[in-house]
């Protein structure tokens, strides 16, 4: 039973458009979430992240969008570059888990000029 | 630059045979996680510790995985015997243990069982 949800395995947005990924969990108890990144051969690296008490945080291009009640958070980048191509996981930490993260199976953005 | 640092970053062993992969997590992180990705999968978490005790190991084959932290700088994950379907990438992450921190990856290691 997948807890943390990305249903769209790739996305392809054009150079200075918006790219929108889409994440949905199903456990309440999440409090936290967070979005990766992920080039070819390398680790995940942590992008953006957000509270259960906020609906919205920004951080430059990257906006991440949290709806509680329809358990369903989005990560907008605005303008797209080519450099943003990448796989996104989204992830989220279940309230006294102590750090544990649960991750979704990634989305792969690609970013044509 | 401080970074999680993994051993070996690619690995190519025979089926039954004993592998072996090593972590150092950042200094001063009192958690550590062990995750393997597939295309399948995604990525899943095998198991972690906070302060080199194993928190949960639900995530792990128990029958050949095994995984242990000597001392604060060492974190290893053993596969005992290894199998084709073991073929994946390992990753090691490290953090503060709290809600609101991130944890940092080290660049994995591939494993490849023929």
């Known amino acids: 039973d997948q807890q943390v949800k990305q249903n769209s395995p790739s996305l392809s947005v054009q150079e200075g458009r918006i790219s929108i990924l889409n994440c949905d969990y199903t456990n309440s108890m999440f409090d936290y979430f967070l979005w990766y990144k992920k080039y070819p051969a390398e680790g995940p690296t942590f992008l953006i992240s957000?509270?259960?008490?906020?609906d919205k945080n920004e951080d430059g291009r990257f906006t991440v969008f949290l709806n509680k009640s329809a358990k369903h958070l989005s990560l907008h980048i605005v303008p797209s570059q080519p450099g943003d191509s990448a796989v996104y996981f989204c992830?989220?930490?279940?309230?006294?888990?102590?750090?544990?993260?649960?991750f979704g199976k990634g989305t792969k953005l690609s970013v044509k000029p | 630059d401080a970074r999680v640092t993994q051993t070996p970053r690619h690995k190519v062993t025979e089926m039954g045979q004993e592998v072996t992969m090593r972590c150092q997590p950042i200094?001063?992180?009192?958690?550590v996680f062990w995750y393997r990705q597939t295309m399948m999968q995604g990525l899943e978490l095998l198991a972690y510790f906070r302060n080199r005790a194993p928190l949960d190991d639900s995530g792990m084959p128990k029958d050949r995985f095994s995984a242990e932290m000597p001392d604060a700088t060492l974190a290893t994950l053993k596969i005992q015997p290894s199998e084709p379907r073991d073929s994946a990438v390992y990753f090691c992450?490290?953090?503060?243990?709290?809600?609101?921190?991130?944890?940092?990856f080290g660049e994995g290691s591939w494993l490849t069982v023929v």
């Open positions: 957000i509270s259960s008490i906020k």
């Open positions: 992830a989220a930490n279940r309230r006294g888990s102590q750090g544990n993260l649960i």
């Open positions: 200094l001063g992180h009192n958690t």
């Open positions: 992450a490290s953090g503060l243990g709290t809600a609101g921190n991130t944890i940092y």
